[in-house]
């Protein structure tokens, strides 16, 4: 059993940063992959990024590439998705989630376990 716990959301204008967290508790995530997706308002969850626990293979949605950094901490269990150059279209709620290695992992389905999520809003 995994728990998931984002943080680190707010409002912030166009062009800044922030960085999210997910603090992950229960069993190891040695042989996980942790992934961020978004919902923007009134829009489809979409993929953000991904990264494989061990061996630190990262991956991202086209629309991030290279404004995302997705990173962990596995002393501390803990994922992080820094955010650069934010943009109005960037706006939505944020949630991290943990599949099992060797899962699609831009699918949301492959996922087993989920964050509450967190809402990133970046004012125009």
């Known amino acids: 059993q995994v728990q998931l716990v984002e943080s680190g959301g707010g409002l912030v204008e166009a062009g800044g940063s922030l960085t999210l967290s997910c603090a992950a508790s229960?069993?190891?995530?040695?042989?996980?992959?942790m992934g961020w997706f978004r919902q923007p308002p009134g829009k489809e969850r979409e993929f953000v990024a991904a990264?494989?626990?061990?061996?630190?293979?990262?991956s991202y949605g086209d629309p991030v590439k290279g404004r995302f950094t997705i990173s962990r901490d596995e002393a501390k269990n803990t994922g992080y998705l820094q955010m650069n150059k934010l943009k109005p279209e960037d706006t939505g709620v944020y949630y991290c989630?943990?599949?099992?290695?060797?899962?699609?992992?831009?699918?949301?389905?492959?996922?087993?376990?989920w964050g509450q999520g967190t809402q990133v809003t970046v004012s125009s």
């Open positions: 229960g069993r190891s995530l040695r042989r996980s992959i």
């Open positions: 989630a943990a599949a099992a290695v060797g899962s699609a992992y831009y699918a949301g389905s492959q996922y087993d376990y």
């Open positions: 990264i494989r626990w061990s061996g630190d293979i990262t």
